[in-house]
């Protein structure tokens, strides 16, 4: 076992009680990086985003999952489905980001695939006599939609997103995700670790210090509350009150009852999606690794159907875009000082919080998964 792998052992060996952060090495260590791809992202489900960005026939986007090309469409049927972005030719990638196309084709020799996946057509092929047009198909990977997400997976072998994240829909089956609108969707790249940006969504405990300018000062420390995590997912919740009054059920909200018209779900579930569910909008981040000191983020959001059909859903989202952009700005700051300091020869783990509780059942998890290829 590698350093990094017997550090993090030992690191969650002991009780939450007594738990402190994972050591600086799992962060900057190139041969943790490498494990995790083959144990987590190779293995895990992993969120591509919304459906509703994909609600047509040929709306597309592409990916790189632990360094396999991705394709995820809706096809001719109106299916979602995913295959590999590599032609059977001279293995170029097909597509590049987002957008809509009829069919897929290569950009170095033409090579054509229905959105099936099926080799439409190949210039200049005839006078290869071995050459078949139906022997090519681009292999398939594994895809599924749940709650108006879409995930996929490299591993033939996981067991359905719906199954694996059961206990989520019961806890915010209320909420009715599913029918929550994205509004915006935008890439991004920071200089940290994606477990550090992962960890400081998890725990609301830097809330007040490193948001003092925008939703610190909203954020009470002794209304956070940290449950123990699931397998396949943390979260902890917090109560908003009227000052962002997008953040609590509208009027015509008659789904949520009490106090859980104002009750805010911090979701994490694993690896990378990270979703702020909240009566009246939601926001998510889906992480993936580009190298031991960055991250490649997928940053979307939008409003649920009460306030899209609002009179003033344009007023309400312009208010949630400008705060959200500014959290963001924070959060890169504090992100990119925190892996800073854990490549220093002076970065010690210090105990945790209550408050930090999820970051410890992220601990655990990454642990569980590196010891299974360890």
């Known amino acids: 076992m590698t350093e990094a792998v017997l550090e993090l052992k030992e690191t969650v060996a002991v009780p939450f009680e007594q738990a402190r952060a994972m050591p600086p090495s799992v962060y900057t260590s190139e041969e943790f990086l490498e494990k995790e791809l083959a144990g987590i992202f190779s293995k895990d489900w992993y969120c591509v985003g919304r459906a509703s960005s994909l609600s047509k026939p040929g709306n597309y986007v592409t990916l790189e999952l632990a360094n396999q090309p991705i394709i995820v469409l809706r096809d001719s049927q ?22 809509s196309t009829r069919s897929i084709v290569c950009p170095y020799h033409a090579w054509t695939y229905n959105l099936d996946g099926s080799l439409r057509g190949a210039p200049a092929m005839t006078m290869n006599k071995d050459f078949c047009k139906g022997h090519y198909a681009l292999p ?16 033939s072998n996981a067991s359905p997103v719906a199954t694996q994240l059961a206990r989520v829909e019961e806890l915010v089956g209320d909420y ?13 790249l920071w200089d940290t670790n994606w477990k550090v ?28 509350v940290c449950p123990p995590g699931e397998e396949a997912f943390n979260y902890h919740t917090i109560l908003k009150d009227e000052s962002l009054k997008i953040a609590l059920a509208h009027p015509e909200n008659d789904r949520l009852q009490g106090e859980r018209r104002r009750m805010t779900y911090l979701l994490a579930i694993y690896p990378s999606l990270m979703i702020t569910l909240t009566p009246g909008y939601f926001w998510y981040l889906s992480l993936h690794p580009s190298g031991v000191g960055q991250v490649r983020i997928n940053f979307g959001g939008g409003m649920s159907p009460e306030y899209v059909n609002d009179p003033d859903a344009q007023a309400h989202f312009a208010q949630l875009k400008t705060l959200l952009d500014d959290v963001n700005i924070e959060d890169r700051g504090c992100t990119e000082k ?12 210090g105990h945790l919080s209550h408050l930090e509780r999820p970051n410890y059942d992220f601990a655990c998890y990454i642990n569980k998964r590196i010891q299974e290829i360890a």
């Open 140 to 155: 398939q990977v594994r895809c599924e939609e749940w709650l108006g997400w879409v995930f996929v997976t490299l591993n």
């Open 338 to 349: 925190v892996y800073r300091g854990l490549c220093s020869q002076a970065a010690k783990p």
């Open 197 to 224: 940006l992962a960890e400081n969504f998890m725990e609301s405990y830097h809330l007040p210090v490193c948001h003092a300018g925008t939703i610190g000062g909203l954020s009470k420390l002794e209304e956070m």
């Open 176 to 188: 009715n995700m599913a029918s929550y609108t994205e509004t915006f969707f935008e890439t991004h």
């Open 78 to 99: 109106s299916e979602l489905r995913a295959m590999s972005n590599v032609c059977l030719h001279r293995m170029s990638t097909l597509l590049e980001g987002r957008g």
